[in-house]
Antibody, heavy 125, light 107 residues
Framework: EVQLVQSGAEVKKPGESLKISCKGS????????IGWVRQMPGKGLEWMGI????????RYSPSFQGQVTISADKSISTAYLQWSSLKASDTAMYYC??????????????????WGQGTLVTVSS | DIQMTQSPSSLSASVGDRVTITCQAS??????LNWYQQKPGKAPKLLIY???NLETGVPSRFSGSGSGTDFTFTISSLQPEDIATYYC?????????FGGGTKVEIK
């Protein structure tokens, strides 16, 4: 059974650093991209970026480039999302999700087929 | 970046009604369009991929259509358990964008 298990809720102060995690199991972790999605309180889904744990190839949404760092440790099947200096506006639920991406015959498909349970990050002084 | 305009932002319908949500891309995305359902307090769930393919295990009352820039998501007969927010999502060379979401409520 494919599972993505995220780390627990965090409460931080502005300016602090943070690294949250997403552990995959039940599939070949190095063969699928993992993405991160932000959902601010009462708002919609925003794609932040993706990483391919097999070679650490990482792509960021322009909105999040330079604001966060996505990484992965394939030895423990875990992806990470980190901030060096949190802001109150980083308060949100963060989801990781497995990206099923296949390209063949000039056509591609890419969709998030499994999701983590979410990590709530609260930044408040 | 490709922008996705989803409408309406919310709707209210009766049990058994046909519900339609649209998503418009700012440029041609072929059929690179997925639909997700998110119930309150839960992670999103994939319903439709590649514009019209039903994910395994998803009830057949859900369907999707379209290509190019205009896409449609339909619930043929709204059920109480379909109360949720629905999102479209496009992918273009591994750059993804979600639509703004449509909140579906029971009248």
């Amino acid at each position: 059974e494919v599972q993505l298990v995220q780390s627990g809720a965090e409460v931080k102060k502005p300016g602090e650093s943070l690294k949250i995690s997403c552990k995959g199991s039940g599939y070949s972790f190095t063969s699928y991209w993992i993405g991160w999605v932000r959902q601010m309180p009462g708002k919609g889904l925003e794609w932040m970026g993706i990483i391919y744990p097999g070679d650490s190839d990482t792509r960021y949404s322009p909105s999040f480039q330079g604001q966060v760092t996505i990484s992965a440790d394939k030895s423990i099947s875990t992806a990470y999302l980190q901030w060096s200096s949190l802001k109150a506006s980083d308060t949100a639920m963060y989801y990781c999700a497995r990206l099923r991406w296949d390209c063949s015959g000039g056509s591609c498909t890419a969709y998030f087929d499994y999701w983590g349970q979410g990590t709530l990050v609260t930044v408040s002084s | 970046d490709i922008q996705m305009t989803q409408s309406p932002s919310s709707l209210s319908a009766s049990v058994g009604d046909r519900v339609t949500i649209t998503c418009q891309a700012s440029q041609d995305i072929s059929n690179y369009l997925n639909w997700y359902q998110q119930k309150p307090g839960k992670a999103p769930k994939l319903l439709i991929y590649d514009a019209s393919n039903l994910e395994t295990g998803v009830p057949s009352r859900f369907s999707g259509s379209g290509s190019g820039t205009d896409f449609t998501f339909t619930i043929s007969s709204l059920q109480p358990e379909d109360i949720a927010t629905y999102y479209c999502q496009q992918y273009d060379n591994l750059r993804l964008t979600f639509g703004g979401g449509t909140k579906v409520e029971i009248k």
